[in-house]
Structures are given as C-alpha cells and as structure tokens.
C-alpha cells in the first residue's frame, strides 16, 4: 500500500524479552511486512513454484472492489482450467438441508 492512513511505529524494546522479538525493536510493522514478503517469494521461487504481489495503492471501497472482481474472475478461470463448474454450487444445498435438520426443520 503507497499511503499509510498513521505514522508507521516501532516495534517496542522488552527488558524482559520472553518472546525474543527483541531483534525486531525500532523496526515499524512495513518493514517487517516487507521482509516477510520478500522471504515468501525468495521461498517460492527456490522451489519453483509461482506467486505473486497484489498492489493497493491506497486500502478504499474502490480498490477493493476492483481486487475482489479480480479474484472473483480468477476463480472462475481456474475452475474451467481445472474441469470444473466455478458457478455450480452442490454443497450449498447440502449444508442448507443439514443446517435446517439441525434448527429442527425440516
């Protein structure tokens, strides 16, 4: 995300340090979240196996929409890759029976 809604802070100094996150404080959570990135797909690509980064510029019902749309479309393209019908929906009527039997209607 280009635009952070606060200021990013630190992580705190523990004189106790039980968690051993010491090595993290002064560090702010989108270091640590980039460094988590980078070390998920550093991961992936030593085994070959494919990923990759979704980018937000800014956290809005715009952005959203258009990221949810997006994965909306991908399930349904992997589905057909797959052999499958992305639209066919068999344990929605399964559950609804089992939670109507369940509520004690039948």
């Known amino acids: 995300m280009d635009n952070w ?8 100094h523990s004189e106790l340090d039980q968690d051993s996150l010491n090595d993290l404080a002064e560090k ?8 988590a990135i980078q070390g998920t797909n550093e991961a992936y690509h030593d085994d ?7 980018h937000l ?3 809005n ?10 994965l909306m479309l991908a399930t349904v393209v992997e589905g057909r890759l797959i052999g499958i019908n992305p639209y066919g929906q068999p ?7 089992n939670m109507n039997r369940f509520l004690g209607r039948r």
């Open 28 to 35: 702010s959570l989108p270091e640590i979240m980039t460094a």
């Open 5 to 12: 809604r606060c200021d990013p802070l630190r992580v705190g």
């Open 48 to 54: 070959g196996r494919p990923t990759a980064d979704l």
């Open 91 to 97: 344990g929605v009527e399964f559950y609804k029976k």
């Open 61 to 70: 019902e715009f952005y959203l929409g258009q990221l949810f749309q997006m």
């Open 57 to 59: 510029p800014q956290v």
